[in-house]
């Protein structure tokens, strides 16, 4: 008995093994294109054991059109199976590819008609019609078991994720709209997936629904949220602060979501916008918690707008009133260091009050209780300071503390700045020896730094100028144009050809004048220096700098979209290993209008 069990086990492991190789052969006949070799094995083994490979068998038919013969094997099985609904939903298939749509909707009616009252029963009955690639169908049957189960929430997440593979935004939207109100929570995420799927153009219609579910009601806040995120996609960024300001007033709260949008106003530069939220919050009073929070960031919006473009001296002015008046209201202490510290940076570069700026950052550090990095961020800009009043030795000693201090970036900045006051003083050998080091900085931003620096010293060291004589000359320059003493540094950078003729930082010299009218937002001006380097050093050590440069000016102040989209073309081309390789293709894919994720 036992023999004769173990022999037809082993008969039935024999034929298992032979059909998976048969199986396997006809998968790369299919993959082969020889789809009748194929189905001849696939209706061999349906015909030996129909109920495993119907599947098989129903894909090959499909594919050769042999529709009567799908039908037929598929009402078979209907009958041996009534209550088996992959059948019917295979049948319904069969007549939808065949072009007999009258069939395939009586099918589909008779599947809705007996939709059963379970929620997992009707999921995977929607999962069948989504696998066999029929979205609409997947979409009734949700839609339908909202019926039957008598709830309008379920399967909404579902339903979603159909409607935007379908790309129908509008029911995508109006599913998020019906099912937020009990579930505000999701509202991050409803956002996320919106701004994933939208183009520009389709804000307009979720302005519209917002509105109206608004209207039908108006005690529901969860609408006038998600209408000034939406304002804030279409850049409207009035129209965000005003909705959100009323939404505030409404919940009479402590501001902190108009403080966060400000901070988002001030990242998108909308200065005026962020100025009037901050306004808003400082009139809620002092015992407001983010009172002193706002008056200092409404100061730093109002010096960021100010600097943002072509100032007057009554400007600098006014804004080193407002942050005197901040101090003489709070005092200095750890809660207004940071105010200190923009002041202190205001009147050094911008009024070159550089003795006040000094006394200021040296009470800064002397305040208890600031933060570590506060307080390493005064040090480096009091040792700034040193460097620009010809106190060498005491800016590297600051500069050394908080390299000592911190094994962070603010270390490695520290250790830039000390290579680039030996630099600035002529000591190139060892600035060159410690930007050698930083040129494997965890900041990219500081790696590259340290790497042109180091690379304008080899160059400009070695043949005959071995002493760098041209090069101390740039570097007095390159100091003048750090402390924003403009006109002081194109005397010096014109100088260095009469000086020196025949040295070799033609295109440095180049940007160095491009770097001044920058700093004067003459755009115009930096862009003939910019392009002969990009046209006649397009090797040197500048080049994909000056092409990124040009591109960003004509994207962000001369309004010439071609011309940008031409230059950002060029460092994907022509420097695929710059720096600014990621944000070239990430703004040339912009301008070109590609779909970008994001919000």
């Known amino acids: ?3 004769a069990l173990l022999i037809f086990l082993l008969f039935f492991a024999v034929k298992a093994f032979a059909q998976s190789g048969e199986i396997d052969l006809a998968r790369q006949y299919s993959s082969n294109g020889e789809d009748e070799k194929a189905q001849e094995i696939y209706q061999k083994l349906y015909r030996q054991n ?6 098989d068998y129903l894909e090959g038919l499909l594919k050769l059109k042999k529709y009567d013969e799908a039908e037929s094997a598929t009402k078979k099985l209907l ?7 992959q059948y019917n939903v295979a049948l319904a298939r069969i007549y939808k590819v065949s072009g007999a749509k009258d069939k395939a909707e009586a099918v589909y009616a008779d599947i809705l008609k007996d939709l059963p009252a379970d929620y997992n029963n009707i999921a995977g009955l929607a999962t069948q019609f989504y696998q066999g690639e029929n979205m609409d169908m997947a979409v009734r049957v949700f839609l339908q078991g909202r019926k039957v189960l008598k709830n309008d929430q379920a399967f909404t997440m579902e339903l979603i994720s159909l409607y935007r593979f379908k790309r129908d935004k509008a029911a995508m939207v109006n599913e ?3 099912f937020l109100p009990a579930n505000p929570g999701y509202i991050s995420q409803a956002e996320n997936t919106i701004a994933t799927t939208f183009e520009p153009g389709d ?6 629904e917002l509105l109206k579910h608004i209207q039908q009601d108006p005690q529901q806040l969860v609408f006038p949220e998600m209408l000034t995120w939406q304002y804030l996609q279409q850049k409207d960024y009035e129209q965000a602060l005003n909705q959100a300001l009323a939404l505030s007033r409404r919940r009479n709260d402590g501001g902190e979501s108009i403080f966060d949008l400000c901070q988002t106003l001030m990242a998108n530069q909308a200065y005026d916008e962020a100025i009037r939220g901050y306004e808003y919050l400082i009139g809620k009073g002092s015992n407001n918690p983010l009172y002193l929070q706002a008056k200092i960031e409404q100061i730093n919006a109002k010096n960021l707008k100010v600097t943002a473009d072509k100032y007057t001296q009554a400007d600098l002015l006014s804004l080193e009133k407002d942050y005197n008046d901040l101090l003489t209201e709070f005092g200095r202490s750890s809660s207004t260091v940071f105010a200190m510290e923009r002041l202190a940076l205001l009147e050094a570069f911008k009024l070159h009050k550089l003795e006040d700026a000094q006394k200021l950052l040296e009470d800064a550090i002397k305040i208890t209780n600031v933060s570590g990095n506060m307080l390493a ?7 700034d300071i ?14 050394s503390q908080v390299e000592k201090s911190n094994n962070d970036n603010l270390g490695q900045d520290a250790k830039l700045r000390n290579a680039k006051l030996a630099y600035y003083t002529g000591d190139f050998k060892w600035a060159k020896g410690q930007l050698d080091v930083l040129k494997a900085a965890t900041s990219q931003l500081i790696a590259n730094d340290a790497l042109n620096l180091s690379l304008l010293i080899s160059d400009n060291t070695a043949g005959a100028d071995s002493a760098g004589l041209a090069l101390k000359m740039y570097a007095r320059a390159d100091l003048l144009i750090f402390m924003q003493q403009p006109d002081k540094a194109m005397m010096t950078l014109d100088s260095i050809d009469k000086k020196y003729p025949g040295n070799s930082l033609v295109d440095d010299i180049l940007m160095a004048k491009a770097r001044i009218y920058l700093q004067q937002k003459d755009y115009k001006a930096a862009v003939p220096n910019l392009k002969t380097i990009a046209e006649q050093h397009q090797y040197g050590l500048w080049a994909d700098d000056a092409v990124f440069m040009l591109g960003d000016i004509y994207e962000n102040q001369l309004n010439d979209k071609e011309q940008a989209k031409s230059y950002y073309q060029k460092i994907i081309t022509d420097y695929p290993g710059s720096l600014y390789i990621n944000e070239a293709r990430k703004r040339f ?3 070109r209008g590609d779909k970008m994720n994001g919000t």
Not at 203 to 208: G, N
Not at 377 to 383: R, S, T, V
Not at 391 to 396: C, F, G, L, S, V
């Open 386 to 399: 040193y460097l620009m009043t010809n106190q060498p030795w005491e800016a590297t000693l600051l500069y």
């Open 203 to 208: 804000y307009d219609m979720l302005r519209t």
């Open 1 to 3: 008995m036992k023999r």
């Open 176 to 178: 998020f709209l019906n």
């Open 79 to 85: 009958r041996k199976h009534p209550g088996t609904i």
């Open 50 to 55: 129909n109920e495993i490979y119907y599947n």
């Open 377 to 383: 961020i005064c040090k480096l800009d009091l040792g």
């Open 589 to 591: 894919r912009t301008l």
